[in-house]
């Protein structure tokens, strides 16, 4: 999360697949550690010597401009409760 731009901290900016609201709205269920790759410093991409039309490829971005690391990370599951 962070704010949004301009908004004085009144609105925030979530990524894909995050929450957004109060955490007590949800069950919340920890399901363990475990590995995966993780996009992970990939400044080449955000680069202005990149051009959109080099970076963007159909249906994904060119590998040549992204990174991933294996990471250990943990798996956390959060379902709205009834009601909310």
Do not use: C, Q
């Amino acid at each position: 999360d962070g704010p949004g731009t301009a908004s004085d901290g009144m609105r925030t900016a979530d990524g894909l697949e995050h929450f957004n609201g109060s955490p007590d709205r949800y069950e919340w269920k920890l399901v363990g550690k475990r590995e995966m790759y993780i996009p992970y410093n990939s400044y080449l991409a955000a680069s202005p010597k990149i051009k959109i039309k080099d970076l963007l490829m159909p249906g994904h971005l060119n590998p040549e401009f992204t990174r991933y690391e294996l990471h250990r990370v943990w798996e956390v599951v959060a379902t709205l409760k009834p009601g909310e």
